[in-house]
């Protein structure tokens, strides 16, 4: 399907293509079929092949070694990395480093680019966004934060309880979301605090055991739950202008949650190749395993939601790239994450008892994709925004007409009837 | 929304917009409350008023009257024709004038232009396109085509039994596909032969009563049953390349089922607003009308899926402008299809009993819209074609991998043991 | 499929079955054909071999006229009434009748049941049952009723507006839902007046178009719209208890809502069993009627619904023969209005261009089944009710359970942080 | 909900209610929360209590220690242990133990009921069911089966190669299913051969890491990858008729798949426990978690459906209790596997984070349930079932008038023209 992206982001994402093709998805094999995981070492070695490609962090400017991708030029590419359950992390086009280096790049001091922007880009330090707390449930009311940073001379002490921080076991330093001001709404009075791991009073309670995949990755530390015991770092570790945390967290997610669309649509392309591959092959066993024409027909609408999607965030990319595009991102992100949910869920019936195995990697898509319904805002509440959206601009005239049948004609007359506490 | 359209396609939409909030829809709304129908006068009128406005027949070149827009162009405006039950004919963008006209357009000869094609941009004509034969169900087998036309000198001398012909009862002349070539498979040798109403043999059975709306418009002739009885026209009449007939139609197909597309989605975008205007207009009487939000957390859902639509469309509108775009038609006719399928019920189901009453244009919108699952070929003849091409570029390295752990493993050694007959 | 209903309503069933095989279907179909309808007359004559048969009005008492039948051995009767558009009307177990005799047979004096009950019973009158009003649009809210009955000495005064009164055109009495105490919540305040058709004052407006299928019947007045202006009947015509006619046509509702469950069920049954005799006879042609093997998968899916609304509406009716049985009714009724859908878009697909044509019934059902999701209570509306009955029962040790992780670990420490005002 | 089922049901369901509440559920609470597993030694006492309240196996004959129970009657309990994660272990009422005693209590010799059986039922002994091999995929389709028993003197050498055999690393013996005469059709040819894990030549490959839970007891060996490699066993050790392998597993699988419904109903049945009272306190703490009342309809409608299944499943295990009820069953398999997943998908979106994160035993649900739709034969194969027995009934009569207006009015005329080839 040709999708009129750019030139350099078809040539950018046709490199990318071939390193999963010829580096990751062969090792990623690899580790499927061992149980083996791949050590810190051989993911610096998978690094420094991307950066002889020159494909490693391609959305991030390229004085800081990226290659200087908008949202619309990075799309392909990040599909593409999406099709390995390391191909994100191969070139570090994942979650949560990408948005952390964004924010750092949007907002950051001198200083923080210097000290944090440029190791992340090179690989040398890996961070974690400490937003979500238990008391939030899925972290989808910014209302109940209540980790705070009361300001003491130069020094912010930071006190609060967090969880699902990805790769939070590894990481170097947390961007931790703390209420500043507590006289404030907390959408007003809300800051973004960095904090190095190895600051007195950061305690790492464990990793939240869940739903999904087999760890490939010695590094991928899952998601953390972290406690901040009066913590203690300088006010200049505040990122972006004290108070607007929620405004730059949203600016974050905007395009945190586009990212993952591209990444996951990746993913469920690969699902379906995997499928289209196991179907054909069974075929030709003299099997006609079971209703192949029912797969098939299913396997053409997952292709076509696909496609939708995909279209769908090219033109959400495309706004993004020029302004907030909140309710294009929404649909995108509510769209493409059930599609990407019901794709998963073919694959594996596609693929009977191997869609469930391990030895493929369809499993752990099955287990991870899940989440994405309910990360980065669950579907009820992006569908509570696009609702209230819809529900601006209704057409008055239709009001009238719509109405006319059950009331116009009669409202006058049976009015002055209706009792009066009606 | 913007959908980044050129300027051109913006600008005439925005006058088609106004034809429509301007003239077109309040004569609807007049026509449901009162049971009328509009005449073929009024119908005339109408037309003019189109035509001063420069808007009739957009999709034709401007040397016939037309507004010369390519798909790309024509389609905001097929969207807002879409949103009345009459406003495709009040422009004469409607099915299947257009298609003739296009067909002829693209294939005809410079005298069936002139004596056919030009009243039928002007208004002074009516067609039919006579295709779909009762032994084919829905018309979607070709190959069940039975409707002959043998050469007999100077003539050609049609036989044969069609249904479902748009527009028919008050169509001026048909364009009949025919095999005229019983030695060749219906797919090489068959021809669209074009049969003035008025020539002997042409037999109007009866119009096919359906499920539906109310018809709002005298002339609007349903869809007629036709017996064409040793009907002689003479050879001239052939419509494009002898033996061709099934590529022209697939060309002209193409282009209809994605106009369909475009109407369609402005007659879902028009549910949406009657709903929408509904539901927040009870509200103001105290009513939560039953679970307002669960309904408006599905319109948020319809209002996505018709966002994914109309982007789906989009693009594939732009590859037909300058290819066959096949599975990019494929995809949007049976997505957008369903979409506004599940549109309409939403509709229904937010309006309660006024939305199955005919005071309102939704209960026609709903009868309406369910043949378009069917029509331009059933869903499963597209998934069909968009199965065929997505197991066309299987990944062979994946198929390895993916039989791998149930064949790889074990293949060699128990083949040798396996029962020679299996 | 075995339903281990009892003998007796297996055997009136058989009856049923075969006076639909032998008469009613054939009578269907030869008006299908004609386009004609069924006069009066013929409808007399319909009823007069049912008598014969000792199948009319089944569900009454045998010293009415009727077979004695409570509500789970009525069920097969029902069901097999459903699979004909006129099948309920032939033995007279249609909606509104069926209900008005059950409500007159519950709560109506001696001489309401002689004057009305028993030439209900026979055939020799009609009745409406007028309860939704323009200003409740679906008639989901009760609170809105806004139709009085206010008394004048020995009479009732009815004043009030009234829509969707079914075979209201035809019927002789109507039971009147208004309000008669309105200084009282209309729960408590709301009585059931029998007003007959000629009393000075009803006005009939007109017969709401709508969407659905063509009459087949000269007697089936669709939809009444209905004015009541002043119109004075006498005290005596009091249904049941004064004051208490929500409990009275709850207790209606309740049976209504499961034999329209029942006739449903048929009518869903007969567009699978034409779906499964055009797929059947389609491939004997040679076609594979595109993705046959994806319609037979569909119609299992369809099959097996329907089996499990066949069991749930058998629980509930053997529930309501000794309860109120409000929750297994609420699940029944949505369960199955879904299912009959589903199945009769699902005909429709299967059936191609024959379909949405009005020669088979299928388009009816299809534009009939609809409104079941609508009247009756919507959808919304039964699925509150069960929700409310779902969280009663709260399971309070998984309460703690289930917050235990995000908040009992975290609460105390917390909240003594927490702002004040949070 | 009351279901009527009978008093020695409800006696015994209400007692395993009381262990699953009292016993049970807290410690499968406790090994969540500590992440630790239960010991052998554990799972031996939690039987002695089962065994002290006359609990254990009860679907067993009083002889061997059981309750007695037929299918209609042990359903509410088996619904009862589907609560908890370890609830069918605690009592012995888990595939495959389950199954296979009941084969062996079907088919098995007096010795094998004496040596394997009564064991088993005691808990003292495990089993495996070895049917599944690489080369069938999900083990849908028999004829694919491979692996072979040679007789060769008293003895049988089987030679085979099987994977996903549950519990099959623990198993103290296996029954597997293999071919044993290679010139009849594998359905014919087949017999089921017990063979003690200790038999020289058994090979345990591995345990096929999956989908899933975390694992609660040390014993559930997961799903074994085994190799039987020349392995010699006594012809006695035939189970059941020699040949009838296929008839047999038929039946256990009958039974099994029954049985997976109930433990199924009951596991969905606390997810939606725990929805609601995670729902319900949520909104104690002021968050309206975002849009409450849309998943309030949904579990309305999870409700219902779940109701419907419960239905279903009753209906038939009355009908299993009598006859081989195939449809029944296919029909209650795939419908409640498909509801249960519904139901675990809408869970953890109820639940949010805490719905993936392995603190409640949901995000173990959701990975479980999952093969539920694969193990036991697909969806598709329980569906080409359904639809194959829907179709052997063709009502004849709509035939004809199905395609009266498509053929008939054609047919005559057409044929004749038509080409000879068509």
Redesign the interface.
């Given at each position: 399907?040709?999708?009129?992206d750019s030139e350099k982001a078809q040539e950018v994402a046709g490199r990318v293509e071939a390193f999963m093709?010829e580096v990751v998805?062969p090792l990623e094999?690899e580790m499927l079929?061992t149980?083996d995981t791949i050590s810190n070492d051989e993911l610096a070695e998978l690094w420094e092949m991307a950066k002889e490609r020159d494909l490693f962090a391609p959305q991030m400017p390229e004085e800081y070694g990226g290659q200087g991708l908008d949202f619309a030029d990075m799309l392909p590419s990040f599909e593409q990395v999406g099709r390995s359950l390391i191909g994100a992390h191969s070139i570090r086009a994942n979650a949560p480093q990408e948005g952390n280096m964004h924010t750092l790049e949007m907002v950051g001091t001198e200083e923080q680019k210097e000290e944090y922007l440029r190791p992340l880009v090179q690989g040398e330090m890996t961070s974690g966004f400490s937003m979500?707390e238990?008391?939030?449930?899925?972290?989808?009311?910014p209302?109940?934060l209540?980790t705070?940073a009361i300001k003491d001379g130069d020094e912010w002490v930071v006190?609060?309880?967090k969880?699902?921080t990805s790769d939070g076991w590894d990481a170097d330093f947390f961007l931790v979301m703390a209420?500043t001001d507590?006289d404030e709404h907390p959408y007003a009075g809300t800051s973004i605090i960095l904090v190095p791991r190895e600051t007195e009073g950061v305690e790492l309670v464990r990793n939240?055991?869940?739903?999904?995949a087999?760890e490939l990755l010695e590094a991928s530390g899952g998601h953390a739950e972290i406690k901040y015991n009066d913590v203690r770092v300088p006010v200049e570790n505040t990122v972006g202008e004290e108070g607007k945390g929620f405004q730059i967290a949203q600016m974050r997610l905007g395009g945190g949650r586009l990212t993952h669309c591209m990444r996951y649509s990746g993913m469920a392309e690969r699902a379906?190749?995997?499928s289209?591959?196991?179907?054909?092959?069974?075929e030709g066993?003299g099997?006609d395993?079971?209703?192949?024409?029912?797969?098939?027909?299913r396997?053409?609408?997952a292709?076509?939601?696909l496609?939708?999607?995909r279209?769908?965030v090219?033109?959400a990319a495309?706004?993004l790239d020029r302004s907030e595009a909140r309710?294009?991102v929404a649909?995108s992100k509510?769209?493409t994450a059930n599609v990407c949910n019901e794709i998963m869920?073919l694959a594996?019936?596609c693929?009977?008892?191997?869609?469930?195995?391990?030895?493929?990697p369809v499993?752990?898509f099955?287990?991870d994709v899940?989440?994405f319904?309910?990360?980065d805002g669950?579907?009820?509440?992006?569908?509570?925004?696009?609702?209230r959206h819809?529900?601006e601009d209704?057409?008055?005239?239709?009001?009238e007409?719509?109405?006319?049948?059950?009331?116009d004609?009669?409202?006058d007359?049976?009015k002055r009837?209706?009792?009066a506490d009606?």
């Amino acid at each position: 399907m040709e999708y009129h992206d750019s030139e350099k982001a078809q040539e950018v994402a046709g490199r990318v293509e071939a390193f999963m093709d010829e580096v990751v998805l062969p090792l990623e094999r690899e580790m499927l079929a061992t149980g083996d995981t791949i050590s810190n070492d051989e993911l610096a070695e998978l690094w420094e092949m991307a950066k002889e490609r020159d494909l490693f962090a391609p959305q991030m400017p390229e004085e800081y070694g990226g290659q200087g991708l908008d949202f619309a030029d990075m799309l392909p590419s990040f599909e593409q990395v999406g099709r390995s359950l390391i191909g994100a992390h191969s070139i570090r086009a994942n979650a949560p480093q990408e948005g952390n280096m964004h924010t750092l790049e949007m907002v950051g001091t001198e200083e923080q680019k210097e000290e944090y922007l440029r190791p992340l880009v090179q690989g040398e330090m890996t961070s974690g966004f400490s937003m979500t707390e238990p008391m939030q449930g899925g972290g989808s009311d910014p209302k109940m934060l209540q980790t705070t940073a009361i300001k003491d001379g130069d020094e912010w002490v930071v006190n609060g309880h967090k969880w699902w921080t990805s790769d939070g076991w590894d990481a170097d330093f947390f961007l931790v979301m703390a209420r500043t001001d507590l006289d404030e709404h907390p959408y007003a009075g809300t800051s973004i605090i960095l904090v190095p791991r190895e600051t007195e009073g950061v305690e790492l309670v464990r990793n939240v055991g869940h739903l999904g995949a087999p760890e490939l990755l010695e590094a991928s530390g899952g998601h953390a739950e972290i406690k901040y015991n009066d913590v203690r770092v300088p006010v200049e570790n505040t990122v972006g202008e004290e108070g607007k945390g929620f405004q730059i967290a949203q600016m974050r997610l905007g395009g945190g949650r586009l990212t993952h669309c591209m990444r996951y649509s990746g993913m469920a392309e690969r699902a379906l190749e995997i499928s289209k591959a196991y179907l054909s092959e069974r075929e030709g066993f003299g099997s006609d395993l079971a209703e192949k024409q029912t797969l098939r027909q299913r396997i053409a609408d997952a292709e076509t939601k696909l496609h939708m999607a995909r279209c769908g965030v090219r033109h959400a990319a495309r706004e993004l790239d020029r302004s907030e595009a909140r309710i294009e991102v929404a649909m995108s992100k509510v769209y493409t994450a059930n599609v990407c949910n019901e794709i998963m869920d073919l694959a594996v019936q596609c693929l009977g008892a191997n869609g469930v195995a391990n030895d493929l990697p369809v499993a752990a898509f099955y287990g991870d994709v899940r989440a994405f319904r309910l990360f980065d805002g669950p579907d009820e509440v992006h569908r509570r925004t696009i609702a209230r959206h819809a529900f601006e601009d209704v057409a008055t005239e239709e009001i009238e007409h719509a109405l006319r049948f059950d009331e116009d004609r009669i409202v006058d007359e049976l009015k002055r009837e209706a009792p009066a506490d009606d």
